[in-house]
């Protein structure tokens, strides 16, 4: 079902919640995202989804455990772990040693590991993960925590020292170890399931709602065709415009627009400009409590672009795990 962009103007009814409360200049109301959309070169076609079941929704990344921070004065840079050959070596026969049980072996294997390729903190993990097979938990959070201390991001660390935690019936730190493995790789399925369970046993239920836009815009020989539910059109019309609208992030930044770049500004952008829909009245209070961050980072930032967690801010991830236990 296709509309006129004249039409679309019944459906923009009024501006965002999100206009009032950040003040920026890359915040436009659907309106105004409409006129643009109006003036332009570029022909836009809006479209309605007429069955919203069919809308086929993103694969999100699942983050593998190979990635590290490389610290220097204040620059941070991701990195991936490699291992010279003697340390694969090593690495190999611990792992061979963990298959067949042999625990103490493994442990000793991954030493040698650490022995060759000092940065590989990963083996630190590990051998937290053998000390907890041995029951040893003591041993265990030891590990797991200089794990942690090397490199923050390992989420498996904070995942593990979680399920030590639970053996060790200390449920809230449990709860924090493992919200932060879920923000660290938010679209790991089996860290979510945990993530639940571990609520459940301190009897804070998971509060389940979802802010994933329902909506695509992608060029078709001279035409940008934008389909969205009409709870997600504004945002739909939004993105479109950020992304093949000629010259229209140089007038705001200076500077062209990619996936790359300004993710957060983008993201704000779509919500304000979203009409005043059911989707958007249930983040209203969100927003209220000047939380709009956070929430765009986890609900948004996070599914689409997960790495981009692991390079955030302390504060601004505490700020997140807040959200978290408030609104989830």
């Not at 904070?158 to 938010?186: C, G, M, P």
């Not at 627009?257 to 209203?284: F, P, Q, R």
């Not at 930032?301 to 504060?315: A, Q």
């Amino acid at each position: 079902m296709k509309k006129t962009l004249a039409l679309l103007f019944f459906l923009f009814v009024s501006q965002s919640i999100i206009i009032s409360q950040e003040k920026s200049k890359y915040l436009l109301s659907s309106a105004d995202i409409l006129k643009i959309m109006e003036v332009s070169k570029v022909i836009y076609v809006p479209t309605l989804l007429e069955n919203p079941d069919d809308f086929k929704y993103p694969k999100y990344q699942t983050l593998g455990d190979q990635y590290y921070i490389s610290e220097e004065g204040e620059s941070s840079t991701l990195l991936t772990y490699s291992l010279s050959e003697k340390g694969n070596n090593s690495f190999n026969l611990a792992e061979q040693a963990y298959s067949a049980k042999d625990y103490d072996k493994a442990i000793a294997y991954y030493n040698d590991v650490l022995l060759t390729d000092k940065n590989y903190y990963k083996a630190y993990t590990y051998i937290g993960d053998m000390c907890f097979m041995k029951g040893d938990y003591d041993s265990a959070k030891y590990y797991f925590n200089l794990a942690i201390k090397n490199n923050f991001i390992d989420y498996t660390a904070h995942w593990f020292l979680s399920d030590t935690y639970v053996k060790t019936k200390d449920l809230d730190q449990a709860l924090k170890e493992i919200t932060i493995a879920h923000l660290l790789n938010r679209n790991h399925l089996n860290i979510f399931k945990k993530l639940i369970q571990i609520r459940e046993l301190i009897g804070k239920k998971w509060n389940e709602w979802d802010l994933t836009p329902i909506c695509n815009a992608y060029k078709k020989d001279d035409q940008i065709i934008i389909e969205a539910t009409e709870d997600w059109l504004g945002y739909a019309c939004a993105e479109a415009v950020w992304k093949f609208e000629p010259g229209f992030t140089e007038d705001i930044f200076g500077k062209s627009y990619n996936d790359g770049e300004l993710l957060y500004e983008k993201e704000a952008a779509g919500l304000a400009a979203n009409i005043d829909s059911k989707k958007m009245g249930e983040i209203t209070k969100i927003v209220e409590a000047g939380q709009l961050q956070e929430m765009i980072m986890y609900e948004l930032i996070g599914r689409k672009y997960p790495t981009v967690m692991l390079l955030i801010p302390t504060e601004l991830r505490d700020r997140i795990i807040e959200y978290v236990n408030k609104y989830h």
